[in-house]
C-alpha cells in the first residue's frame, strides 16, 4: 500500500523567505509523485510531478522539488515566498498499477507575513 | 482552466436526499476520478473508471455510486444523504498511456452541502 505523510498542516513564513514543505512517502515500487496546490475555493492545480527522469524537478510558479530515494522524501522548495503564494499543498503519490489513482497527504495550509 | 467540467458548483439539500453531480473530462482523456474532499477526512479516492469500465473503488459508501457514458461523461450518485456527506467533490481525469506518471487533472470541485 502507499501513503504519503506531509509534516505539519500549517506553515508560516514571511514574504521573501525560503518556503520547505515536507513530504515523505511510503511505496512498495517506486512511485510517481506529485504536488498539487489549491488557493481558496478553487480546484487542484499541478505543480509539479516525478517521473523517474530527474530527481530535481522543477515546477510553476518558481517551485522546485528534489526527490531523495534513500529518505523516501519529495520536499517542496521555493527560495522566496510570494503573497501569491498562500494557499494549500498536496503532496500525492501514484503507482503504475491496476487503478493508478492518486493517494493524497493531509495538506499543507502555506501561510505568507507580509 | 483544466478543462474537467463539474455541474452543479453548489448544491445545498436535505438529509435522506439523492442528488447527482455531473463531470466532463478533458477532450481525449478516457480515465475519470472521483475524489471528496473533507474537513475530518482530507482528499479521499472515492473510484475510478476508465472508457466506461469500473477501475478501481475506494472509500466509497455504498450509498453512492458513479457511472461513466459512452460519450465519456461521468455521474456520481450520492443517496440517503446524511450531515457528513457536505464536502467538496472532485472530478479529475487523465489521458490514456504512459501509466502512472500522467498528470491527473481536477475540476474546481461540487460543493455539496446537506442540511
Known amino acids: 500500500a502507499q501513503s504519503v505523510t506531509q509534516l505539519g498542516s500549517h506553515v508560516s513564513v514571511s514574504e521573501g523567505a525560503l518556503v520547505l514543505l515536507r513530504c515523505n512517502y511510503s511505496?512498495?515500487?517506486?512511485?510517481?509523485l506529485f504536488w498539487y496546490v489549491q488557493y481558496p475555493n478553487q480546484g487542484l492545480q499541478l505543480l509539479l510531478k516525478y517521473t523517474s527522469a530527474a530527481t530535481l524537478v522543477k515546477g510553476i510558479n518558481g517551485f522546485e522539488a528534489e526527490f531523495k530515494k534513500s529518505e523516501t522524501s519529495f520536499h517542496l522548495t521555493k527560495p522566496s515566498a510570494h503573497m501569491s503564494d498562500a494557499a494549500e499543498y498536496f503532496c500525492a503519490v501514484r503507482n503504475n498499477n491496476a487503478g493508478n489513482m492518486l493517494t493524497f497527504g493531509g495538506g499543507t495550509r502555506l501561510m505568507v507575513k507580509p | 482552466d483544466s478543462g474537467v467540467t463539474q455541474t452543479p458548483k453548489h448544491l445545498i439539500t436535505a438529509t435522506g436526499q439523492r442528488v447527482t453531480l455531473r463531470c466532463s473530462p478533458r477532450s481525449g482523456d478516457l480515465s475519470v476520478y472521483w475524489y471528496q474532499q473533507s474537513l475530518d477526512q482530507g482528499l479521499q479516492f472515492l473510484i475510478q473508471?476508465?472508457?466506461?469500465?469500473?477501475?478501481a473503488k475506494g472509500n466509497i459508501l455504498e450509498r453512492f455510486s458513479a457511472q461513466q457514458f459512452p460519450d465519456l461523461h461521468s455521474e456520481l450518485n450520492l443517496s440517503s444523504l446524511e450531515l457528513g456527506d457536505s464536502a467538496l467533490y472532485f472530478c479529475?481525469?487523465?489521458?490514456?498511456?504512459?501509466?502512472?506518471?500522467?498528470?491527473?487533472?481536477f475540476g474546481e470541485g461540487s460543493w455539496l452541502t446537506v442540511v
Open positions: 473508471y476508465y472508457n466506461g469500465e469500473e477501475r
Open positions: 479529475a481525469s487523465s489521458p490514456p498511456g504512459s501509466g502512472g506518471g500522467n498528470t491527473i487533472y
Open positions: 511505496s512498495s515500487v517506486p512511485p510517481y
